[in-house]
């Protein structure tokens, strides 16, 4: 079971005004199970994306920066589970460009109004008779309150459906903020298989909500890491509406700016952490801090360098206090990354929890493993380094490493 | 059980000349278990190390460096397992020092010519009583026929002791190469919790010993990974007695040197590779090359990414022919070489053995599900990725992920 992550059924998922979700079963990744999903946004909406770094990136991939970059008016997403469509060669592209064409047509638009996504097993065609049959029950289902029916639609291995809201005002007007996420195994940054969704009806610019975008996934979605693997397809996206009635929000000097800023910002992280949350096998949580580094990639690299570690992970699965795993993973670090070259380790201290547990290169004095033991029973844990040479931070969020995620990912094609 | 390696029962450890071992039972790892080992080397010998790079390396690690560094010749080698004298502060440093200082007394010789190594748990200090117990009975029992029990005395979470010797001929001379290794799981280079010795009777010049130390690591040691972790121990010694009676070899062109640089590097090959066989929970041997590489750095990358991924790792397990995580994999090297960055997926060709799997961005049209199948049944497994972009090329050695690895490391402590 997914590490405290409370069910959707208990969470109230307002609609946003001017975006419209559909499902369907379209049978592509099993019978019966939502596999299909499309994202209507209305004219006038401001929508921004980021995508993998992975150089063998999928084809939707490639097609959703294209029609991003040439389009200046998005209408629609779909998003398919079942089948990644990476790996796919030529094939894979025009597939992809088939799906959009056959979607423009349904909702008579631009195709490249478009944004297409998949996710799914790699190196297999999509099955475009089934994909291209679900379109149209997926139209017919448009509306804008099925959040819940959308977190559902876009799940590969995930064992619980993620989805999270939240309202703010601006200018004495209600905005709302919704947003599903998708993801359990080869979640790593730049980004995960990995798929996120985040729409708002405040009125945000274009240029500013690229801008935003790009900062809120560094601040959530590339914080987050189950296995070290970096998926081929992973997306965020921001879509804005416009139709809340504040005044349109152009800079970051702008009243309102401060607070849809937070309340994306809450929501993309509550929708990554939730994917880690739903880690293949997860039964921990872990919560990596780094304080006090000189530069940010350096914070980032040593948070990621435990968080990836497979000797610190296999260790928080026996909830076992084996401070040394994380030592070492600290000081491994400076494989990839030149300025921790000359880290000094001796000033470094490391907290479990609130307790010291290492300073000055070894065991804190004060330290007792009973004091270690109580904290690795929580399934919640917080590891703090204090790196004690600057004044950069990051916190890095990932799960620990059981047998069930062995079986997970031996028995996942079969 | 380890991967098709032979054991060492089978295997004739011939000595060289100069070289003396003497192990002891010294109750640091439990109770009758070899557990300590004293390597002394005759005067006149040249002795080259390469060790670890974590920053958070152990107190023997500095004062093998130290020591290396200021004495003209070394004398002895200590080893210990059961506990790595790692992330221990100054008590560390004093405990390694004492130890030298102890057996430098008992041998009569500067207590600069003693290296020092320790293997096992870290953060825990050395339970100096016992240790230093240890080193008489061990002193008593140095002779030249010793690499067997050798072999067992340095073992720790090793499934089968590791021992390999090669002789040659230089100027019609008959010279021996002998060595042994340990190490399991916190295996990625530079290098692992990791132990090698190896040992010829050849004469090479202390300065050439250097240069060929560091390249041979770079060819054997340095191409492994279990789980991508970096110990805060490792040590890979060459020790030449110069016992043997060929000419002195003191450059690269001197006779011999090529015949003399080969048998070292079977020997170091064959002991790196052991380590993989023995990995933690390995059921597979994992063979990645990767050629036509633009340059090393990207070759290695490539290497690593396939050979360190969890999702990779663990569809080896399940004998799983699973492409698209290969293809995943070499995707986002990209995150740890500049130089990937404008790598064109599209001219990339994958092979698993001698079958072509994929090519043009996607599956080969010639693959069959029945071939891929049939190679992933094999404990060999051999993965061939050729970049086709320029000269260069690495191979890395790996083991797959399983159940085991998960138990082994999730139990360890207790």
Known sequence: MPVNLPSIKNQILP?????????????????????????????????????????????????CKKHLAESKQIKALVINTGNANAGTGEQGMVDAMTTCEQLANQLQVPVNSILPFSTGVILEHLPMDKLLAGLAPAVSRLTEDAWEPAAWSIMTTDIAPKAYASNCLIGGHSVQVTG???????IHPNMATMLGFVATDAAISQSLLDEITKQIADLSFNCISVDGDTSTNDSFIIMASGQADHAPITSREDPGFEVIFQALLETAQYLAKAIVRDGEGATKFITVNVESALNNHEAKTVGYAIAKSPLVKTAMFASDPNLGRVLAAIGYASRECESLQDLNVDNIELYFADVLVAEKGGRAKSYTEAAGQKIMQESEIEITVKLNRGNELATIWSCDFSYDYVRINAEYRT
């Open 15 to 63: 609609p946003v005004k001017g975006v419209r979700l559909g499902w369907a079963e379209a049978y592509i990744k099993k019978p019966n199970h939502k596999d299909m999903l499309i994202i209507e946004v209305a004219d006038g909406s401001s929508v921004s994306g980021v995508f993998t770094q992975n150089r063998f990136c999928a084809a939707p991939v490639h097609i």
């Open 180 to 186: 599903i996420s998708k993801g359990a195994g080869m």
